[in-house]
């Protein structure tokens, strides 16, 4: 998908090329990106919107016609041209670990006749562990704005149109088409999303892809245009906060214990060619926190009162973790063949290089059956590491199934005796498994008879086809870290990551006092994680109740010595707790009741989707249209000030049409890939949507001749028909009407679907 976009931006500045800027020399077409670094530079850096060209024939500047001879035939797959760029503001509030983001641009469709009309493309790259918010677009006679909807009010979108282009270009890249805009106009856009902040060595970083590239500066005389950020942070511990780093000259507006606010603005003749990149340094060199409570607003349909426990590490490197023992599962089953067994171990080559020698290990690699670097764990040794090394990359070929308990169960065997050391076992996968809700089962059995210093399971997922909330759940089980890598490209780096984080442990064992007394009393993730150095733990719930003015933190430090603190338990005025952990609870009760194969807890993670704006796999976004009249409309009300939206009635509407995006969840996992040994990336993604399209339509009286022949290729065949193709299956289907098929094939070549 990524490098058909590419290829369609590349289309799309030849196409450019047609355009005519009149004969003043003063004014000069930009100067397209050289073709053989398009891989890399083609894809958004920044926000983007795109025209997209069907007909190459509508490209002309709306201002002065160029009469150029006519083009004949169609841009297949369209042609994507960069839309120039008039303003751009962005809002950055971060609290605690979490950056909310909020970008105001207006682009203008500078490369269509004026006569003439496109869809547009908008691309948005967030950084670290992105979630799209919202989407706002308002042009000349129309206005647009993103919503979220239950999977059962779905269906009431019937007769919407549905927009083939959209979603996840790449894991943290964001598309959305708007459609017909017409040329010369402009559109403004305002988008939001939430992501991760960075935390090493002590220091939060921020990311926000910033660097625009050379053809998205309006061509003419050079004038200078404002681009603004306000930047604003609240650590939430109330220590000192000091900025460490900035890309763009910043000038603090505030700063107060625990916070800082910040504003860059300048006028600029070329928009930003850099990333923005912030950090910051909490000053503590020893343990801190904060115990925060927050009441519920008014609108919010779970009215129990909420409760976070933010802990960190402290800035001091030199803080002692405990000592390594670590078990690698890696999957080298047929799917992990090539780039992805590659990376996975470069990953494991750079992980073992940081052991110590008092540090152990061992590696487990599997598919239908096991392969053990030792039966034992070994110390780290020189030696011993380099005969890893040389095991890996004899024993390290894919090929075969997916058997994950029985290594599983082997690495936790191989704890038996562990003393004075937080036992760690990674698994590492790309694939779905049918008894996985039998694996998590029995890791919980096993784990609880261990006691405290049970092995800490990770699991790092890779690829799309594996299921992530297995992962997840199987992490909260063995508290964990887990991680995912959705390209090869970031497989090694992560793994790195998630290595190096999670073998950092500076205090186990965390039980928070006085908790017990209170009532309805729901706590994420339910076993508590260990404190790891330069990373703050966060621990969310909601109660009912009265908490007392101070709690008691216990733990065990990395000597085996118990650690206590006393934590105030403080108003989170200033603090959206909420919307804050919104993305870790509902990620964590999907992979609840994905477990339990909960209704209730599915219809409570909808809701809480709706609520906070953040996607999940039980809702599902639209985008609903608005028409403008001469008279002041009223006002969009919010979902909470509206209720529930009766969307049959708005598909009626005048005025008004709603367009059904394509879905943003993850689902849960993809057996059939992985029976079929189907590599991470390989291909263009599997189509849930198009997979029950062609269930639905096939479901009748050809239901046995499908359940035969309807493997993921012939899915992924139907959803991607051409014209030609569409009209021979189409007489095809008419051909065979006559053995009563009629139904299924009107299902299945309909062009609305």
């Not at 077409?29 to 024939?57: C, F, G, N, Q, W």
């Amino acid at each position: 998908m990524a490098q058909q976009f590419v290829k369609s931006v590349e289309d799309g500045l030849k196409l450019a090329k047609r355009i005519y800027f009149g004969n003043d020399r003063s004014v000069s077409p930009p100067r397209p990106v050289a073709m053989e670094k398009s891989s890399h530079t083609l894809l958004p850096t920044s926000p983007m919107l795109y025209a997209v060209i069907s007909d190459p024939a509508i490209v002309d500047n709306p201002d002065i016609p160029s009469y150029q001879p006519h083009v004949h035939g169609r841009c297949d797959p369209p042609a994507l041209i960069p839309l120039q760029m008039n303003a751009i503001s962005v809002e950055v509030d971060c609290y605690l670990d979490t950056a909310f983001v909020t970008v105001n641009g207006s682009w203008r469709v500078h490369c269509v006749k004026g006569s003439r009309s496109c869809d547009c493309r908008l691309a948005i790259p967030m950084s670290e562990q992105g979630s799209i918010l919202g989407v706002e677009v308002d042009v000349i006679r129309r206005s647009y704005c993103t919503r979220l909807i239950t999977t059962e009010e779905k269906e009431d979108t019937a007769k919407a149109a549905k927009v083939k282009d959209g979603g996840f270009l790449k894991p943290q890249i964001f598309t959305m088409t708007i459609p017909e805009v017409d040329g010369g106009f402009n559109l403004s856009v305002k988008a939001s999303w939430s992501q991760k902040l960075s935390c090493k060595n002590g220091q939060f970083s921020f990311t926000l892809p910033f660097s625009f590239p050379e053809y998205v500066t309006p061509v003419g005389k050079k004038l200078p245009k404002r681009e603004k950020i306000h930047l604003s942070v609240n650590a939430g511990t109330g220590k000192e906060v000091l900025c460490k780093s900035s890309s763009h000259p910043l000038q603090e507006i505030r700063h107060q214990a625990g916070k800082l606010g910040f504003s860059y603005e300048a006028d600029v003749l070329s928009w930003s060619s850099t990333d923005f990149m912030f950090s910051y340094e909490v000053c503590s060199i020893e343990i801190c926190g904060s115990f925060l409570s927050q009441s519920p607003s008014v609108h919010d349909f779970d009215q129990r009162e909420m409760f976070c426990l933010y802990l960190f590490s402290g800035n001091n490197q030199s803080t002692k973790v405990f000592r390594k023992e670590v078990v690698f599962i890696v999957d080298i089953s047929g799917s992990m063949r090539g780039g992805t067994l590659e990376s996975v171990k470069n990953g494991l080559y750079a992980s073992l290089s940081k052991f110590s020698p008092e540090d152990s290990f061992s590696i487990i690699a599997f598919n239908k059956d096991m392969y053990f670097f030792s039966s034992s764990l070994e110390k780290a040794t020189k030696e011993t590491i380099e005969n890893a090394f040389q095991w890996i990359s004899i024993n390290f070929v894919a090929g075969g199934d997916t058997n994950i308990l029985p290594p599983l169960d082997q690495a936790i065997k191989m704890f038996s005796n562990t003393s004075g050391s937080i036992p760690l076992v990674f698994l590492i996968t790309d694939g779905s498994v049918e008894d996985e809700r039998h694996i998590c089962q029995v890791m919980k059995t096993s784990l609880t008879n261990r006691g405290s210093i049970s092995p800490r399971i990770c699991t790092f997922g890779i690829g799309a086809y594996c299921n992530h909330y297995f992962l997840q759940m199987l992490a909260v089980i063995g508290r964990g870290l887990y991680d995912a890598a959705y390209d090869v490209d970031s497989i090694e780096l992560r793994l790195q990551k998630l290595v190096t984080s999670a073998s950092s442990a500076v205090l186990a064992n965390i039980t928070i006092e006085g908790l017990a007394h209170l009532d309805a009393l729901e706590v994420y993730p339910y076993h508590f994680q260990d404190l790891l150095s330069g990373t703050p733990l966060t621990i969310y719930g909601r109660y009912q109740g009265n908490f007392p003015d101070i709690v008691k933190l216990r733990g065990t430090l990395s000597d085996m010595r118990s650690f206590v603190m006393d934590l105030k338990v403080q108003n989170a005025k200033d603090i959206p707790l909420d919307k804050v952990f919104a993305k870790r609870h509902i990620d964590l009760l999907t992979a609840q009741a994905w477990l339990s194969e909960n209704k209730t807890l599915e219809e409570k993670v909808a809701k809480m989707s709706l609520q906070t704006g953040v996607p999940s796999e039980y809702t599902h976004m639209i985008l609903l249209q608005t028409d403008k009249v001469k008279q002041t409309p009223e006002p969009i009300k919010t979902r909470e000030e509206l209720g529930e939206i009766d969307l049959a009635k708005l598909v009626d509407s005048k005025g008004c049409k709603i367009y059904s995006l394509p879905s943003l969840g993850t689902s849960f996992g993809n057996l059939t890939a992985t029976q079929e040994n189907i590599p991470p990336g390989s291909g263009e993604a599997y189509s849930l949507e198009s997979a029950e399209t062609f269930v639905k339509a096939t479901s009748g009286c050809c239901g046995k001749l499908v359940h035969a022949c309807c493997c993921m290729c012939g899915i992924r065949a139907c959803s991607r028909l051409n014209n030609e193709c569409s009209i021979i299956l189409t007489q095809i289907c008419t051909a065979i009407s006559c053995f009563a098929c009629s139904d299924c094939c009107a299902d299945v070549c309909s062009g609305n679907e």
